[in-house]
């Protein structure tokens, strides 16, 4: 891809992935947040964000099934942006809702397992973006920084159960957050299941050969 | 003299932004005649006005939730999962005709015609406060007269010690009972169910209005119960059958969180929701939480009614 189409592709990212919060921002100076401003912001902050989070995930399905890996390029960008809308998500929740009631907050976090998770999951996500730059990947190495890395697959688990514990049962939509992130998961799993398989019959035939030759 | 929610309310509260520039465009156009008509025209829902007595005794000083608030943002499942999808998608409801089936353990079974039941007993104004089991809370001036009016009509069996309450079902008016792709939400209809001393109770509703007018589609026209001390939930909208039996009758959401959603759901701020705290509630139009009241305010009232029962048993 050329340096052109990456940038017009990254714009194209950004100005996505920042118009829920411009819609949220024009509903506050509209005063068009719904009668119930709080839980609204909140819900919709923490929805973007595990859009986000599931897009983040899905480049490298991608890769796999589809043979194409220019999408790569934006898994920082947009690995960063989720992570934004969490910070905002976590804030609201803290300011807005709790007005920094850290008793309340503290009591919630220890007896609701879906605040547990939630925060849980923020917890996981914010060594990720501290060491998201490329100074920080080659400080810490590839393969240590890929292994770190890898919380990511905690966090998008911990979102869905966030989510679906917080949300009454009969609602349909967390489930199909979950489902998403099942098959982007899934999707590495065979992936891994495959590579595994792969050498095991390399290593084979490779024993064979050695033994032929005896 | 007649009691105006203006009269209860500040202005600066009873009006928003926009519903001020409304209230100005109004006044203009009557020539600045300040008497309370405008305020009460771009305050008002949008179906008939149904005249009512204000009952001073039932009225809690907290000023009344704007009328947008409450008419905009309801849970209401037969229209839809979302706050916004019972006044988007209310107009499929047709209140009219409506016709109420009671019977079950009673002496004299009848179906009543919603005129009827309008002039069953003289119709009052309340001004209750609205618990939901989410969490936040609303005050809602209805109109209406205690359902034990109604019951006496039926004449009760010694037997009967449960009131069940049945929604109508009709997915063409309820478009929120269709089921969509993945499957229903609740178990249509909607039932829900009180003991019969909690019917027979003076601060059980019969609710045939809100806010000076008759019910909005949304809020549960033509006929819905109100009971103040329980979550909203509890309080069944859109009536077709009130059925008296000897049996706990199935309740909507019981059948689909058991854990959750208690026959009792009394409002009560020591017993948390198994996900979230019921100690506090967000009063709609009010930024900070405030304290949850034991039984929603109404303890000097309904407490009675448990006396030696334990309410985290019998949630």
């Known amino acids: 891809m050329t340096t052109r189409g990456r940038v017009a592709l990254k714009t194209v990212v950004w100005l996505v992935a920042l118009a829920p919060l411009a819609h949220l921002l024009w509903g506050w100076w509209t005063d068009d947040l719904t009668v119930n ?7 919709e902050l923490g929805q973007t964000a595990f859009r986000l989070l599931l897009a983040t995930l899905a480049l490298t399905p991608l890769r796999l099934l589809l043979g194409v890996s220019w999408p790569i390029t934006l898994r920082r960008l947009l690995g960063l942006l989720a992570f934004f809308y969490v910070t905002l998500h976590f804030a609201v929740w803290i300011v807005l809702d709790h007005f920094f009631d850290w008793h309340t907050m503290g009591q919630d976090i220890a ?20 060491t998201s730059t490329t100074g920080m990947i080659k400080r810490l190495g ?35 957050y979950a489902a998403i992130l099942a098959v982007l998961l899934g999707i590495r799993l065979w992936d891994a299941a495959r590579a595994f398989a792969r ?9 064979i050969v050695i033994g032929s030759r005896g | 003299m007649r009691l105006r929610y203006s009269d ?12 001020l520039m409304a209230g100005a465009l109004a006044l203009a156009a009557v020539g600045c005649d300040t008497g309370g008509e405008a305020t009460a025209a771009v305050s008002a829902p949008a179906t008939a006005a149904l005249a009512a007595t204000p009952n001073a005794a039932y009225r809690v000083a907290d000023p009344p939730t704007k009328v947008e608030a409450a008419t905009t943002y309801n849970n209401f499942y037969e229209f839809g999962v979302n706050k916004d999808d019972p006044s988007r ?8 005709p409506w016709h109420v089936q009671v019977d079950g353990l009673v002496a004299k079974p009848r179906t009543f015609d919603i005129g009827e039941i ?6 009052e104004e309340r001004i209750y406060a609205l618990r939901c089991v989410e969490a936040w809370s609303m005050v809602i001036p209805w109109i209406g007269y205690p359902l034990a009016v109604l019951l006496k009509q039926v004449e009760p069996r010694p ?7 049945t929604t109508l079902k009709d997915p063409e008016q309820f478009p929120g009972q269709k089921g969509g792709f993945f499957g229903g939400t609740l178990d249509w209809p909607y039932t829900e169910g009180l003991r019969l001393d909690e019917a027979m109770h003076p601060l059980t509703l019969l609710t045939l209005g809100m806010y000076g007018h008759v019910l909005p589609n949304q809020n549960g026209a033509p006929v819905r119960v109100v009971i103040p001390w329980k979550y909203g939930f509890k309080s069944a909208k859109s009536i077709v059958r009130i059925r008296l039996t000897d049996t706990e009758p199935p309740t909507a959401w019981n059948k689909a969180a058991p854990q959750e959603y208690g026959f009792y759901s009394n409002v009560n701020p020591n017993v948390d929701h198994p996900r979230w705290s019921q100690g506090t509630e967000r009063r709609i139009g009010e930024f900070r939480r405030r304290k949850t009241l034991m039984f929603n305010g109404y303890a000097d009232q309904v407490a009675s009614l448990y006396a030696g029962m334990d309410l985290k048993k019998y949630y």
């Open chain 2, 8 to 19: 209860v309310t500040p202005e600066k509260v009873y009006l928003s932004r926009r519903e």
């Open chain 2, 89 to 96: 998608l209310g107009g499929t409801l047709k209140p009219r």
């Open chain 2, 159 to 165: 037997g009967a010690k449960y009131v069940e309450f």
């Open chain 1, 199 to 207: 050498r095991r019959q390399a290593l084979a035939r490779d024993r």
């Open chain 1, 37 to 43: 401003p709080i839980e609204y912001v909140t819900r």
């Open chain 2, 118 to 123: 309008l002039k069953l007993a003289p119709l």
């Open chain 1, 142 to 176: 590839g393969a240590r920084w890929r292994r770190l890395h890898r919380l990511i697959y905690v966090a998008g688990v911990l979102a869905a159960l966030h989510y679906i514990w917080l949300a009454k049962k009969v609602l349909v939509q967390p489930w199909v």
């Open chain 1, 111 to 130: 007896k609701r397992p879906w605040i547990t998770v939630g925060v849980s999951a923020f917890l996981l996500l914010a060594p990720l973006a501290a």
